[in-house]
């Protein structure tokens, strides 16, 4: 079974602090592939990043990095510096080599100014 | 390029009625999914299809039909509507893996915004 857990349910932080959101997933495919979106409060859902299991490399993209450990079954998320615009829900997501993506149930940032 | 358009993007049925949320995109994307979004639910897959003809089931399919005569189009039915069916639905685009190691993201429409009182 596949499963995607995001432990934090809401996080608080003020302006310029770094955050990290967890992403924890379950799979006993040995191919599968990782997504971070982001739904701002407008709703509409925002593609940020694709992983593969095969790629464990970090990447860094701005003021976002991911974090992927296939020991730990995490690929976590951090924003340095954050930003008023951060402010949405994130959401984890995992696709094994079936049709279908599985969601994480999202974690709501608020960043403080 | 429009993306991925859902219409209507608000409606309200009372119990019992019946409606079609529509969804089409513009990429020539060979796979379409419905999803409901519910507070602390995250995203649930109600059903999905891999090509024109073709459509299969989520994780809460109940209540729900599908159907993609078109492969620009994938239509989500309510035959009776419930209280339960109340919630904002999403209809996503993509691509066809193309194999070896690389899977697509999805592309999402703006959502539908359903309440059935």
């Known amino acids: 079974a596949q499963k995607v857990t995001q432990a934090q349910t809401e996080i608080s932080v003020v302006e310029k602090e770094d955050v990290t959101l967890d992403c924890v997933y379950e799979?006993?495919?040995?191919?599968?592939?990782l997504f971070w979106y982001k739904q701002p409060p407008s709703g509409e859902l925002v593609f940020l990043i694709r992983?593969?299991?095969?790629?464990?490399q970090n990447e860094i993209s701005g003021r976002y990095s991911w974090n992927f450990q296939k020991s730990t079954s995490s690929f976590n998320f951090t924003i340095t510096a954050s930003q008023v615009v951060d402010s949405a829900v994130y959401f984890c997501?995992?696709?094994?080599?079936?049709?279908?993506?599985?969601f994480g149930t999202g974690t709501s940032l608020t960043v403080i100014p | 390029n429009a993306g991925v358009t859902q219409t209507p993007k608000f409606r309200v049925l009372k119990t019992g009625q019946s409606m079609t949320l529509l969804c089409a995109q513009d990429?020539?994307?060979?796979?379409m999914y419905w999803y409901r979004q519910d507070p602390g639910m995250g995203l649930r897959l109600i059903h999905y299809?891999?090509?024109?003809?073709?459509?299969a089931k989520g994780e809460v399919p109940d209540g729900y039909n599908v159907s993609r005569l078109k492969k620009q189009n994938f239509l989500l039915g309510l035959e009776s509507a419930a209280p339960s069916q109340t919630s904002v639905y999403f209809c996503?685009?993509?691509?066809?893996?193309?194999?070896?190691?690389?899977?697509?993201?999805?592309?999402f429409g703006p959502g539908t915004r359903l309440t059935v009182t």
């Open positions: 799979t006993r495919d040995t191919t599968y592939y």
């Open positions: 992983r593969n299991s095969f790629d464990e």
């Open positions: 996503a685009s993509s691509p066809r893996t193309s194999g070896g190691h690389l899977s697509y993201e999805q592309y």
């Open positions: 990429m020539n994307h060979e796979y």
């Open positions: 997501a995992l696709k094994n080599t079936g049709n279908q993506f599985y």
């Open positions: 299809s891999v090509g024109e003809g073709t459509t």
